[in-house]
Every structure is written in structure tokens, then in C-alpha cells.
């Protein structure tokens, strides 16, 4: 029973992108599969002319999640209506048991959720990793999609950074 434990302990939550409107189709090719896999829903009314109409919309389009071992990524990766698994600076994505809860909460009681992927004037940041690990600051202006500037606390200097060299978390929006 130990051995399944660790087993278990050593998979991770991966995340699957899929082509606009495939989630259903890649989550439900996981479970044929035997995968152990999530796929958040929440209902969401839709105004037609004359008509409302409750529907089941994704909580987050286009990711479905499944938690697998790294190793066996290659087995997935090319899943009717999925794009690729999701990276960060060459690494595969994943969520922690507990994040996924949290989305099971959120898609439990109705909450709206929008994914935030662009930095916008006003955020606040902690850098993570790299020289300016630690270093808080607020995103002050973007000069093209691929820099931001960061005001901190470094003898009121701007940074500038190349967003995708940028490993931080959102303090305060």
C-alpha cells in the first residue's frame, strides 16, 4: 500500500492545452484511456432573443488537467482536440493537488474566473528567480509585448525585463 502512496506522490497535475471548444473531447479520450483526469465546469446562462439557456461552460477554456507521471507526457501528447501540454521556460506545467481543489471549489459554487496572462500598469510583483530574486515592485509601463518595466525599491530605478526571462508572482493586482 506504501508503494502506491509514493507512487501517487510522485504525479503531478499536468496541464493540456486543447483546440477552442475540445476540452470535453480530450477529457473524455483521458478517461477511455484510464487516466485519471479533470475538466472544470461551471453553468452559465446564455440570453437568446426570446429565450435564456443554462449551459455547462468550461471554467477555464481550453486546459484539462491530468495527473500522470513526467515520464509518461509522451504518451498523451497527441490526443484528438489537444494542442501540446503547457510549459514554462522548458519545463511541463502543473498544478499542485491542493490548486486543483481550489478549481474544484471554484467551479462548485459558480465563481468567475478569468485568466490574467498579460502584465497591466498597476500590479504588483515579487521576482522569483534570477538576479532580482526577491525584489518587489509594481509593472509601470510596457514598452512591446516582450519587455515590461518594473518599478521597485532598488534606489527608485525602473527595471527593464524581456517578459519571457520573467519568473514572478502576482502580489496585489
Known sequence: MKDKEKHRADKKWFIICTKPRKETLVFNELLNQGVEAKFFRQESLICRKNFYKKVLKPL????????????????????PGSVKFLQFNNTFGYL?????NFLETLS???????????????????ITQG?????????????????????CSLQNMAILIRNEN????????
Do not use: A, P, W
Open 60 to 79: 477555464i477554456s481550453n486546459y484539462v488537467f491530468v495527473h500522470i507521471f513526467e515520464k509518461d507526457i509522451y504518451k498523451y501528447q497527441y490526443l
Open 96 to 100: 499542485t493537488s491542493s490548486e486543483i
Open 108 to 126: 462548485r459554487h459558480n465563481y468567475q474566473v478569468s485568466l490574467c496572462d498579460k502584465l497591466v500598469d498597476g500590479i504588483k510583483i515579487e
Open 131 to 151: 538576479v532580482f530574486k526577491g525584489v518587489l515592485g509594481f509593472v509601470r509601463t510596457k514598452s512591446s509585448s516582450k519587455e515590461i518595466y518594473i518599478d
Open 166 to 173: 520573467l519568473i514572478f508572482r502576482i502580489i496585489e493586482s
